[in-house]
């Protein structure tokens, strides 16, 4: 579940920033299906659903002897989803030149 969750809320937090955010443009939009599942309520409501487990896990079983550990592969898993965004950030870059 550490590994998973900056995947979960991260898309979340993505699809509902583009949803919402003024200069996004959804008709015509190649990602249009992609932004409004990412920014559903269903979608979102599943999110809650992990996030609430997630921490109901964490208080059960991850005490302090555990923190450490849980949170490098908290850190590892945030990094990694941020460079598989970075690098299509960076094709988008090199294919608009």
Known sequence: MTALMPCVAGYAEI????????????ADNPYAAW???YGDADYL???RAALNLF????RQRAGA????RLATI???????E???WQMGLNQSLTASR
């Open 74 to 80: 908290f850190t590892t898993a945030t990094r990694l």
């Open 65 to 68: 002897e555990r923190f450490d």
């Open 35 to 37: 932004i409004q599942n």
């Open 45 to 47: 409501a599943g999110v």
């Open 55 to 58: 921490e109901n896990q964490a």
């Open 15 to 26: 699809g509902l920033t583009l949803l919402h955010h003024p200069a996004t443009v959804i």
């Open 82 to 84: 941020s460079a598989f």
